[in-house]
């Protein structure tokens, strides 16, 4: 049976789409969505709805047990900076070398990259994880005013192209040899990429919790699950 469920602090984000949320299985692997920054409820509202038990993650005690990790859009700096503050940025990075899956959207997908440039192809500093061999271009969809949905074909995801939000997007400029590419996008500049995959990472572009789609997240649900019964003993 599904039932509606409304999670807390919902209506300081008015506008935001309610997921329908089902009662996790016994084998719901436990995802946690970093809340620092950005769109960490409309996450949880769509981990929830693809299978998930689904947590905000501030500490880096809170990373023990999870099966995956959610890096939410918002500002790129100012998550990176906030991490570094609150000492995650080695502990997610440990995490990550012991098999954790993560799925970096938007700005999530430049904290994951090996290096970061400005919209102008300048190099940007701000701290990284480093943890993916992709190099990703800030803003590189334009500003606030040219935000817009657009249907994006991913590869291994049924069902046909997902409709997404960009917003302030990056795109990934350029990926390493161990990068699966999964997704590009026609621009002004060239065909661009805008979902890759190495190993359990996970990166997009956009913003696939805003437009009522899970298949994206139930991909990463799917991988979470599948990674935590790899670790457990036979």
Request: with cysteine; aromatic share 2%.
């Amino acid at each position: 049976m599904h039932t509606v469920e409304r999670v807390p602090g919902e209506e300081l984000a008015p506008g935001t789409v309610t997921a329908e949320r089902r009662e996790p299985g016994p084998d719901a692997p436990l995802i946690g969505v970093l809340a620092l920054q950005g769109d960490v409820l409309e996450h949880l509202r769509m981990l929830a709805e693809a299978g998930a038990r689904a947590v905000p993650v501030k500490r880096a005690a809170e990373l023990a047990g999870l099966d995956g990790l959610v890096i939410p859009g918002g500002e790129s700096t100012t998550i990176g900076r906030l991490a570094d503050l609150y000492g995650l940025l080695d502990p997610i990075r440990a995490r990550i070398g012991d098999g954790l899956p993560v799925f970096g959207t938007c700005a999530g997908a430049i904290l994951l990259a090996s290096s970061a440039l400005s919209a102008d192809g300048t190099p940007s500093a701000q701290p990284l994880l480093g943890v993916m061999d992709t190099v990703v271009r800030r803003n590189a969809f334009g500003r606030q005013v040219d935000s817009a949905e657009l249907d994006v074909g991913v590869e291994g995801l049924e069902g046909g192209p997902v409709r997404v939000a960009f917003i302030r997007a990056p795109w990934i400029e350029s990926a390493g040899p161990g990068v699966e590419v999964l997704a590009t996008v026609a621009t002004p500049a060239g065909d661009k990429i805008v979902v890759a995959r190495q190993g359990r990472l996970l990166a997009s572009a956009f913003h696939p919790e805003l437009t009522g789609d899970a298949r994206l997240h139930r991909l990463f649900v799917d991988l979470a699950r599948r990674s935590r019964q790899d670790r457990e003993p036979n």
